[in-house]
Each structure stands twice: as C-alpha cells, then as structure tokens.
C-alpha cells in the first residue's frame, strides 16, 4: 500500500522547474537555494523521474522540465486545481484495497473536509449491494471524499444523487453520443456503464459523523479489459469516444464540478440538482421493475423525492424507494 506522495525536495524541485518549463536550471543553484547538497537534488531528480515525469539534464549540469505523466499522483491532481475545498488535501496510492476504506480510516481521524484518497488500483474495490468494483492499474480512476456535511442522515443519498449529477456533466463536456444517470447513481454512455458511486456513512440517530462518497470511473480500458461477466454492461470513456482521455484532467474537471454541486446541496440539498437529474435521468416516465433483495416491485417511474429516493407510480399508489436495483422493463414485443 504506497503512498504516492514523492518527497519533499522532489516535490519543491517539481513545482519549480514545472513553474518555467522552457527555462534551464542549474543544479549548483537549485542545491543553494534549497540548503542541500547537490547529491540530494540528483536524488530528487531521480525519484521524479522513476515517477514518470520527463526531466531533461544538459552538459552545463542544467535541468529542464519536459512533461508529467498522467498519473494520479497528489502533485499532479492539486496542479493548477482552481477548488477551495474538494481535492485541497490528497492522499494518493499506488494500490489499497478499498479507497473507501482507507477514506473511512482518515475520517475517523478527522482528516480536513474535501479530502481525497485515490488509487492506481484496488485490490478490494467495492461496488454497491455487496458487489465487487473491478479496480485495474492505471487505466481508471478510483477516488473517495471525504466530507462532513451537516445533515441528517436520512439526506445522505441525496449525496449519490447530487454524485451522478457532478460526473454526468463532466462527462457530458467530453460530448459522448448520450450520457444517462441510472438511479441511484450509475452513469452509462450510450447504454452502458462507465462509473458507479457507492456512498458510505458513519453516524447516529439524527446526526450524520462524515461521509465518504466513492466513485469508480471506467477511462481508458479497451474493450477486451472487462471481465467477461461486465463486458456486455460496462464500458470506458475511451472506448466510446475512441479517444485516449487524461485522467488528472478528467479529475480535476470532476473535482470542481462536485465541489459546486457540493455547495448548493450544502444550501438547499436536492432542491436545485434535482432538475439536472431528472435531465439525465433514462428511466422517468418509463415501467420499470424495481429489485429490493429479491422483492420485486413494479411501476412506473416518476420522480425523484428531496432525499433521492424513487418515486414510483406502482398498482398500490404512489410510493418512494430508498435502494434497490432498477430495470427498465421492455416493450412488448408486436407478433
Ligand atoms: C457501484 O456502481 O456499484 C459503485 C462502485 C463504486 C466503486 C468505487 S472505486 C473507489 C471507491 N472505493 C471502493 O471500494 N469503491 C468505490
């Protein structure tokens, strides 16, 4: 379990030869102004380099930024990121069992609001309803945030639903054939899943202690990827936009569209969001069937209430639901 913080000096070296990217500097200087041997700094230079960024050396003993690798590393993510909060402090992996985990851990000990914990890889990665989240290295991005919003719990999955909200729009910028939001929180393009957010609590009667909101985002896995049992529903950005798509970039997008959405669900909770989720919504207006552990209930969809919940049109009136799996049903065939 790696943390995938380089260190210091390497950072500070980092951020000051990216800063000027077209200039030389020399490492005699460097060495001077950050009171170490010039050893230390060949060392710095090193470590970046066996982290992936391009660092061309002259004869005249000069260094010289070339590129960053598109690896989700906290240098990286907090470049150039314009949010107040959300993504201010990352902890960064190369491989954990579960961000999740390691999130619940670090909010447990009061890490700052808006935290981070991303991974290379998930060895444990978990999806809702007890499900695995296929987790492999380097083509995904798996993320969890660390919040502490003052609401009762029962608003939490309001969370989820303001989630799929921030992706939907991030990934609609990319301009896909379609983005949809699956309630609760599944985003498909064209028809097939590319993310999924398992949101998990920790709190008491009325109060909730923190919550970590986890998201799983399929990007640049090719098609022949995906285990055999999701390859017919799960699906990569870069497969349906037969693109190659950065993943700091695509982040740092996500980042500072949930940190907006964060703050108007902070003021007014679904209120304003629900519009946009009904927008992306694939299943309002449409019969679906609805499995709570095994207990189908059937109806049609109408709504989503204050809380996130589902609101459904189903023979015993109008009723919401918290969870569950939806299914749209399919038309009946014409003979
Ligand atoms: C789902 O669609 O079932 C939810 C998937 C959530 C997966 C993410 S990946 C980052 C975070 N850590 C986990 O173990 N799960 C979530």
């Given at each position: 379990m790696n943390s995938t913080s380089l260190n210091t000096l390497s950072d500070q070296i980092l951020e000051a030869i990216r800063r000027?990217?077209?200039?030389?500097?020399?490492?005699?200087?460097?060495?001077r102004k950050n009171r170490c041997e010039k050893s230390d700094i060949i060392f710095a230079v090193d470590l970046l380099r066996q982290a992936g960024y391009?660092?061309?050396?002259?004869?005249?003993?000069?260094?010289?930024?070339?590129?960053?690798?598109?690896?989700?590393?906290?240098?990286?993510?907090?470049?150039?990121?314009?949010?107040?909060?959300?993504?201010?402090?990352v902890y960064a992996y190369k491989s954990v069992q579960s961000t999740n985990t390691i999130a619940s851990q670090l909010a447990d000990a009061k890490a700052p609001e808006g935290s981070i914990v991303v991974a290379e890889s998930q060895t444990k990665g978990r999806g809702r309803l007890g499900?695995?989240?296929?987790?492999?290295?380097?083509?995904?991005?798996?993320?969890?945030?660390?919040?502490?919003?003052?609401?009762?719990?029962?608003?939490?999955?309001?969370?989820?639903?303001?989630?799929?909200?921030s992706l939907a729009e991030t990934i609609a910028a990319y301009k896909p054939k379609t983005v949809h939001i699956k309630w609760p929180n599944d985003c498909l393009v064209n028809g097939r899943k590319v993310a999924g957010i398992l949101t998990e609590l920790s709190a008491e009667i009325g109060h909730t202690n923190y919550v970590v909101v986890g998201v799983g985002i399929n990007v640049n896995q090719r098609r022949r990827d995906f285990p055999k049992e999701i390859s017919r529903r799960a699906t990569s950005l870069r497969a349906e936009l037969r693109q190659e798509i950065h993943r700091v970039e695509f982040l740092q997008k996500f980042l500072t569209n949930f940190e907006k959405d964060y703050r108007r669900f902070k003021k007014s909770g679904l209120k304003n969001l629900r519009k946009q989720f009904l927008q992306y919504s694939n299943l309002i207006g449409k019969?679906?069937?609805l499995d709570m552990s095994g207990n189908i209930i059937s109806g049609r969809a109408i709504d989503i209430d204050q809380n996130g919940g589902l609101v459904m049109e189903t023979p015993g009136g109008i009723q919401t639901f918290n969870a569950g799996e939806v299914t749209v049903m399919k038309k009946p065939r014409r003979l």
């Open positions: 000027r990217p077209s200039s030389h500097f020399a490492i005699d200087k460097l060495a391009e660092i061309e050396s002259d004869k005249e003993g000069r260094i010289r930024f070339v590129s960053a690798p598109d690896l989700l590393l906290a240098a990286e993510i907090t470049n150039r990121l314009k949010t107040k909060v959300i993504g201010r402090k499900r695995e989240w296929h987790s492999p290295v380097g083509t995904g991005i798996y993320l969890s945030i660390i919040l502490y919003p003052k609401i009762d719990p029962v608003k939490a999955p309001g969370l989820s639903v303001m989630t799929a909200v019969k679906v069937n």
